[in-house]
Nanobody, 133 residues
Framework: QARLVESGGGLVQPGESLRLSCAAS????????IVWFRQAPGKEREGVSC????????NYVDSVKGRFTISRNNAEKMVYLQMNSLQPEDTGVYFC??????????????????????????WGQGTQVIVPS
């Protein structure tokens, strides 16, 4: 049974950084699209960033562009979300989700997209990020 486990959340001050990790098991990560979602208290869950199987596939929601960087290590079966210049509006539970990349073997630079988290084949339990105001 494939499994995703998020880690790396915590309490940080505005302007500080965190790196979230998504560990995949029983999954051939090379072929999979990974999406990071977050859910803030009282708000709907939103997609934050995705990374596909092709180079240059990374994509970000506008509110984190220039501050967050997604990356992957297929050999280690890990996906990371480096979050810099964190702000109170970044507070929430962060989840990673995965499915076989619908753009597998797409040309380099083809940006990934995301849909509702529950539509993915796999997702984790989340890690909490708190940035107080």
């Amino acid at each position: 049974q494939a499994r995703l486990v998020e880690s790396g959340g915590g309490l940080v001050q505005p302007g500080e950084s965190l790196r979230l990790s998504c560990a995949a098991s029983q999954l051939t990560l090379n072929y999979h699209l990974i999406v990071w979602f977050r859910q803030a208290p009282g708000k709907e869950r939103e997609g934050v960033s995705c990374i596909g199987s092709s180079d240059g596939s990374e994509n970000y929601v506008d509110s984190v562009k220039g501050r967050f960087t997604i990356s992957r290590n297929n050999a280690e079966k890990m996906v990371y979300l480096q979050m810099n210049s964190l702000q109170p509006e970044d507070t929430g539970v962060y989840f990673c989700a995965a499915e076989v990349d619908p753009n597998f073997r797409a040309p380099s630079g083809t940006k990934c997209m995301w849909k509702e988290m529950t539509e993915y084949e796999y997702w984790g339990q989340g890690t909490q990020v708190i940035v107080p105001s």
